[in-house]
């Protein structure tokens, strides 16, 4: 069984950086591809980014290209979010996700495994 585990998140003004990241344990982490969603308050769940197993392949919510950079370390079973130009908006929870195949996808349906989230929060 797949555990993940994220870390990173806090307070932070708008502007500034921040990297989230997402320790596994349990199975082959090289199998799996992995994401981060997201979840601000009042709204639902929304994706942010996928890589794939190997880290040559990434997508991003098109809103959020440019500003985040998804990428693991398979032989540290770790996958990292680098959040730039961070803004109020993207204040939310930020959860690390894994899926049991290795090709990136953008819903939550087709993940298996998920973290317990880290509260991101950027003030204005």
């Known amino acids: 069984q797949v555990q993940l585990e994220e870390s990173g998140g806090g307070l932070v003004q708008a502007g500034a950086s921040l990297r989230l990241t997402c320790a596994a344990s349990g199975g082959t982490f090289s199998d799996y591809a992995m994401g981060w969603f997201r979840q601000a308050p009042g709204k639902e769940r929304e994706f942010v980014a996928t890589i794939n197993w190997d880290g040559r392949i990434a997508d991003y919510a098109e809103s959020l290209q440019g500003r985040f950079i998804i990428s693991r370390d398979n032989a540290k079973k770790t996958t990292y979010l680098q959040m730039n130009s961070l803004k109020s908006e993207d204040t939310a929870v930020y959860y690390c996700?894994?899926?049991?195949?290795?090709?990136?996808?953008?819903?939550?349906?087709?993940?298996?495994?998920w973290g317990q989230g880290t509260q991101v929060t950027v003030s204005s």
């Open positions: 996700a894994g899926r049991g195949r290795s090709w990136v996808a953008l819903f939550e349906y087709e993940y298996d495994y």
